[in-house]
T-cell receptor, first 114, second 118 residues
Framework: ETGVTQTPRHLVMGMTNKKSLKCEQH?????MYWYKQSAKKPLELMFV???????ENNSVPSRFSPECPNSSHLFLHLHTLQPEDSALYLC?????????????FGPGTRLTVL | DQQVKQNSPSLSVQEGRISILNCDYT??????FLWYKKYPAEGPTFLIS?????DKNEDGRFTVFLNKSAKHLSLHIVPSQPGDSAVYFC?????????????????FGKGTKLSVKP
């Protein structure tokens, strides 16, 4: 498999559930990202991992918990979410030590919180 | 306050004509700019990029122009095809260390929905 993959593609959960989103990149990159895309808003960067170390956490509520066990895998653990957290969650990867470090995106997980 | 702005939420163009998508930015410390295309139910796909040291980059039907003095970039698609119908996002990268963040962070515009009519 090539590129950036995300599972599941769709997720419906209640506010008391705990679930996890998974991302895997097959590009040999050293950085991975979680973005949130809500309707009529720009993509919002949530977390950045460079060389498995979290380097960015853009004031994301603690009900979102990222995990990066290695440079190819990234998880987003979800618990006690709110209906306003319903959105498309996108994972991306890049090679940050290149001058032109383009980010490549996965297909996203469409999350609905009931 | 949005640092990357795409002021046209939508654009409709006839097949075979030129599509011009515009993007404005406010911060002169951006050093790298990218355009992504997004189809419904898919993630954004990288299209073309340009470094701040250049003013033009061309790849097939796609050309990106950068006007640093105006803090403006544009994407030209010619000739436009119905398969180009998608949402186009402009993104900009702050130069390393300016925001104290990690290299590689991108700031996105809200997107412009392009419709190419046969």
């Amino acid at each position: 498999e090539t590129g950036v993959t995300q599972t599941p593609r769709h997720l419906v959960m209640g506010m008391t559930n705990k679930k996890s989103l998974k991302c895997e990149q097959h590009l040999g990159h050293n950085a991975m990202y979680w973005y949130k895309q809500s309707a009529k808003k720009p993509l919002e960067l949530m977390f950045v991992y460079n060389f498995k170390e979290q380097t960015e956490n853009n004031s994301v509520p603690s009900r979102f918990s990222p995990e990066c066990p290695n440079s190819s895998h990234l998880f987003l653990h979800l618990h006690t979410l709110q209906p306003e957290d319903s959105a498309l969650y996108l994972c991306a990867s890049s090679q940050v030590d290149r001058v032109t470090d383009t980010q490549y995106f996965g297909p996203g997980t469409r999350l609905t919180v009931l | 306050d949005q640092q990357v702005k795409q002021n046209s939420p939508s654009l409709s163009v006839q097949e075979g004509r030129i599509s011009i998508l515009n993007c404005d930015y406010t911060n002169s410390m951006f050093d790298y700019f990218l355009w992504y295309k997004k189809y419904p139910a898919e993630g954004p796909t990288f299209l073309i990029s340009i470094s701040s040291i250049k003013d033009k980059n061309e790849d097939g039907r796609f050309t990106v122009f950068l006007n640093k003095s105006a803090k403006h970039l544009s994407l030209h698609i010619v000739p436009s095809q119905p398969g180009d119908s998608a949402v186009y996002f402009c993104a900009a990268r702050p130069s390393t260390g300016h925001y104290g963040g990690s290299q590689g962070n991108l700031i996105f515009g809200k997107g412009t929905k392009l419709s190419v009519k046969p």
